[in-house]
């Protein structure tokens, strides 16, 4: 979603209707006709999900979208959260597998991170759903599922309509995720795809921001004395693009052309002010709401 209007000027009211609409359900669909047409489940199922850290919108929004459709189909939901933080999601993920579940949900921050304790719980025959990013190499790991976007295309979407807005001329910085997520992996590969195809354009830094709003100030702020002239940025997520934004408005340097991704309310209302010029979203809630359907077939229907 670009701040750019439509012929009929219909941008607006589809960006307003969006920003405004309840996200739980997240996938197109009728949650209960879902819940009554896969099978709800006759007894309570307990599953247990962490993500990469509820300081995140997109991961907190996420967590409540995993308990909307828990109630739905009678999966009672533990939460671990991984706070941003491979560390301390690692000690999560280890309390979660000492304990037994029906089945169990996880975006890690990191691949590679989680491998051992997840290979206990999948030996104990808990189903694992995989979301987001990779826990491991699919060949390595005997994940149930795995449910995640088209990262590179979210990554190169936005990266054309910061190239477009600027007329295929200027600089860019591109402030990515944690460089272990191979969601963040991605974006950064669509990111490439799309500046390579403009010579014309600089890409001046490419630091890391973890998806931490408190660091991403940091390093804008370094940013904006460093580098007179910034003609747009592209954010791994719509948390770090408004952060940085900040730090640009307290500069007076609100020139320059932000693009994020997910499209978080927060995001959507900053497209339709101006703020922004283009976020894309990242479902959420299909990812979190569909482990919970995964988790459940596999549990009611023995699917494999």
């Not at 409540?64 to 000690?91: H, I, M, S």
């Not at 997520?237 to 934004?245: F, H, R, S, V």
Request: glycine fraction near 10%; charge should be neutral.
């Amino acid at each position: 979603m670009t701040d750019e209007a439509t012929p009929d000027g219909g941008r607006r009211t589809l960006l307003q209707a969006a920003a405004a609409a309840p996200f739980l359900g997240g996938l197109g669909i009728a949650p209960a006709a879902m819940a009554a047409e896969m099978g709800r489940s006759a007894r309570p199922l307990r599953a247990a999900f962490s993500n990469a850290g509820l300081q995140a919108t997109w991961c907190a929004q996420g967590k409540a979208a995993a308990e909307y459709w828990g109630k739905l189909f009678n999966v009672d939901v533990t939460w671990f959260d991984g706070e941003l933080n491979a560390t301390r999601q690692r000690a999560a993920v280890d309390n979660m597998a000492s304990q037994r579940w029906d089945f169990v949900a996880i975006q890690a921050f990191g691949i590679g991170t989680l491998t051992a304790p997840v290979r206990r719980m999948i030996d104990a025959g808990i189903p694992v759903i995989d979301m987001d990013t990779l826990i491991a190499p699919l060949e390595q790991i005997n994940v149930h599922s795995f449910l995640a976007p088209d990262n590179e295309f979210m990554g190169a979407s936005v990266t054309e309509a910061l190239m477009q807005a600027i007329g295929g001329e200027g600089t860019i910085i591109m402030t990515q995720g944690a460089l272990g997520h191979t969601g963040a992996q991605g974006r950064a590969r669509g990111f490439d795809s799309v500046v390579k195809r403009y010579p014309k354009v600089e890409v001046l830094d490419t630091t890391p921001g973890d998806w931490d709003v408190t660091k991403v100030a940091r390093i804008w702020d370094t940013h904006l004395t460093k580098y007179p002239k910034i003609s747009a940025a592209y954010f791994h997520n719509d948390d770090m693009a408004l952060a940085a934004y900040n730090v640009m408005r307290a500069k007076g340097r609100t020139d320059i052309r932000i693009g994020g991704c997910d499209a978080m309310p927060p995001a959507l209302q900053a497209v339709l002010d101006g703020r922004m010029h283009a976020t894309v979203r990242n479902p959420s809630c299909r990812i979190h709401g569909g482990a919970i359907m995964a988790g459940v077939a596999a549990v009611v229907a023995g699917e494999k």
